[in-house]
């Protein structure tokens, strides 16, 4: 089953700037991550932006919603920063995307980082789009969500179900 | 859904030891693994055993089959050595664990060595679970297979569908 | 030969905030780091501030020379922000340590953040530190500079001879 | 000043081998390990042998003390297995380097394993031949020891004076 991966940046490709002192996005990490996996799925990835989650407009979203619907793979998988990921599953599901599956997944530490949840959220996503039943879903803390049933729980920084 | 999560050594969990140049286990790293990929699943991990599976004979093979079927959950992850991973599986199918869903995986690279294909492994393996319907499986490589249906290349190092 | 640890913050210290995105400081990692080099030097280290080193001010560097001065050891190592390191270097050779070998060190990447320079130049400083004339000096990208003959190469982040 | 860095291999440069299990030497991790301690050293890297040290012969020994001398350099670093270490200080010794500073050193974790001790010895020995007067010494846990007053703890992995 042939999976599009769609990169708008987020915590999940996030690196240090060693000279500002700052984090920036470069490039994505997700060929690394999914070479480190040894992913054998056949797989297309896209960056469709690099982009900090907060910073993503109406406009941002659309390209975002756009992708996932004019793309030919019925499975669909969108990293997206943590703090907005609820907001554009939503505009993905009133997209009306018929029969795909949309997974939305993300770090809490940058993968770059070491310690981060990237990896697993990386494995975890992948193997839900794979089998879940059309619809759009975030795929975070190793569950999976449907689009208007889950928040991000700002103080915990965990998702949990509504 | 509570998973059961029934630790067996293989790669994932060895280490090395400094003093002897080998490689060896000590403790599992499951809990680690799943603390950094803030997973939030209602789980029970277990230590059946600690040992690489080209050492796996057919009472401890035999041990992992009663535990897989006398837990009380459902849903059940064994972690294991890749060599013999679908030997076990084989057993697991054989011995009619009725509506349970069964998912073995493994590592190629000891999680403690930075570069492991492990927590991928487990991210994807425990949304197989959560999802797949019952039934014995194989989780490697991002993708899932049936326990009759998928070998492990040995010159490759990955599993295949056959 | 004993030696002390003057800790002060800077990026060697610095943590990612999964809930905020920003760079802070919980504890040191010196000593998780001396532990991961097998260090066996007669060591006491001594968490003087946990700073960003733009943010160190005058009362504060003269709180850093003066525990420099006041301790027992004749070897201070002192972990440093490199933005102003050279400043601090120029504030302990002005109070006149007399026979100690004073060496400021730092890191241009957070230890916790995996690709770090940082254990380079701990095991550089400390090195230095054990065999260098008494004197003021900066250990970094494995040199050793008198602290009257360095800056930071603020577009390269590098530690140059002037 | 010029140094010149002889790679032997040792426990340092050994890399996990997926495909058998077992521990292996590729190419040597010195010149990445150098990148990443940021070091602006002028320094020269050569691959003499890439060996586990239990397995050095006297001819292989030669080998080492033959470029070590030959070489333009008067600092050189030899990276080495910590197993025998010590006799390979003790042919540097004997073979008579003159005003040459030879410093030795290893890892009890491979670098590529991410719990590693190398890149802290490394930034370590490289001070440490900078500093030193002629002479042939062991660099490890964060001291420097003379080649006739160490040796390798086999219990605790450790070096130690003698």
Redesign the interface.
């Known amino acids: 089953m042939p999976i599009r991966i769609l990169i708008t940046g987020g ?1 999940f490709d996030k690196e ?1 700037d ?2 500002t ?1 700052r ?1 920036f996005f470069k490039h994505t990490h997700v060929p690394e ?2 070479a ?6 056949e797989l297309t990835t896209e960056t469709v932006m690099m982009i ?1 989650s907060l910073e993503l407009d109406d406009a941002g979203r659309q390209r975002i919603v756009t992708r996932a619907r004019d793309c030919d793979e019925t499975a669909v998988l969108i990293t997206h920063g943590t703090d907005t990921m609820v907001r554009t599953a939503q505009a993905l599901a009133g997209a009306g995307l018929g029969r795909k599956t949309v997974v939305l997944t993300g770090a ?3 993968y ?6 990237g ?10 789009v ?3 039943p059309p619809g759009v879903y975030v ?6 969500f449907h689009w208007d049933a889950v928040r991000k729980n ?2 915990s ?2 998702f949990e179900a509504i």
Chains 1, 2, 3, 4 share one sequence.
């Open positions: 915590t240090y060693e000279l002192g984090l991550m999914l480190r996996g040894r992913c054998l799925l900090d809490m530490v940058p770059a980082f070491g310690s981060s949840d990896l697993f959220n990386l494995g975890s996503a992948l193997s839900f794979q089998v879940l795929a975070m803390n190793g569950q999976h700002t103080a920084g965990c």
